[in-house]
Structures are given as structure tokens and as C-alpha cells.
């Protein structure tokens, strides 16, 4: 069992930087892949980036490659999303999730994650 707390959001207006952070409390933290989702009004909860147990595999979704960086600290249990130039559209809930599967290295998929944060909010102004 882990408890996911996210915090950071805000708002911000475009082109400007924000960092959300996802303090983790349970288990070891180093046995979860970590990821980040977001869910805009109206649309689908939608996967953002995640990072692998040891940290050195990230994946992220085409809209935020070059923007968004996720990283992970292990001594403080908590995984961050920096994000940059940021756009209106990026306006969502961000939701931070961790998935115990030990068979692969990051997780893409909303079913795939067993843990999930009460979300942050990040609103970003044109």
C-alpha cells in the first residue's frame, strides 16, 4: 500500500513553468514505476509521463515531449513533473500514480497504475 499526496498546482499564465510534486508514503517507493496523468473538463483522464522504478527510463506523451520533464527523488519519496512552456490546453487536473507490476519498466496506461493521488490543480492562463 502507498499514499500518493500531489501538490504544487496553480495558476500560471502561458509560456510560463510550474512544478508539481507527489509525495509517497507506504511502501518502498523505489518499487513503484511513477506516473502522471491529467484530466481537462469534460474530456477522458489522459496519461502525461512516467518513470521507471531506478529512474532512468521516462516515456511521455507526444504533447508534452520537450516541455515536461518527470523525475523522481528516492531519499525524499517524491516524484516531481516540471513543465514549461506551458499552454492553455495544458489546463487540467494533474493525478499522480504509482504501479507495483514488477514485469515491465513504465506504465502508460490508466489500468496499469494501483495507486493514485487526490490530483492538483494547474490552470494556465492565455
Known amino acids: 500500500q502507498v499514499q500518493l499526496v500531489e501538490s504544487g498546482g496553480g495558476l500560471v499564465q502561458a509560456g510560463g513553468s510550474l512544478r508539481v510534486s507527489c509525495a509517497a508514503s507506504?511502501?518502498?517507493?523505489?518499487?513503484?514505476?511513477m506516473g502522471w496523468f491529467r484530466q481537462a473538463p469534460g474530456k477522458e483522464r489522459e496519461f502525461v509521463a512516467a518513470i521507471s522504478r531506478s529512474g532512468r527510463s521516462t516515456y511521455y506523451t507526444n504533447s508534452v515531449k520537450g516541455r515536461f520533464t518527470i523525475s523522481r527523488d528516492s531519499a525524499k519519496n517524491t516524484v516531481y513533473l516540471q513543465m514549461n512552456s506551458l499552454k492553455p490546453e495544458d489546463t487540467a487536473v494533474y493525478y499522480c500514480?504509482?504501479?507495483?507490476?514488477?514485469?515491465?519498466?513504465?506504465?502508460?496506461?490508466?489500468?496499469?497504475?494501483?495507486?493514485w493521488g487526490q490530483g492538483t490543480q494547474v490552470t494556465v492562463s492565455s
Open positions: 500514480a504509482a504501479d507495483s507490476n514488477e514485469g515491465v519498466v513504465v506504465a502508460t496506461k490508466l489500468d496499469e497504475y494501483d495507486y
Open positions: 507506504g511502501r518502498t517507493f523505489s518499487s513503484y514505476i
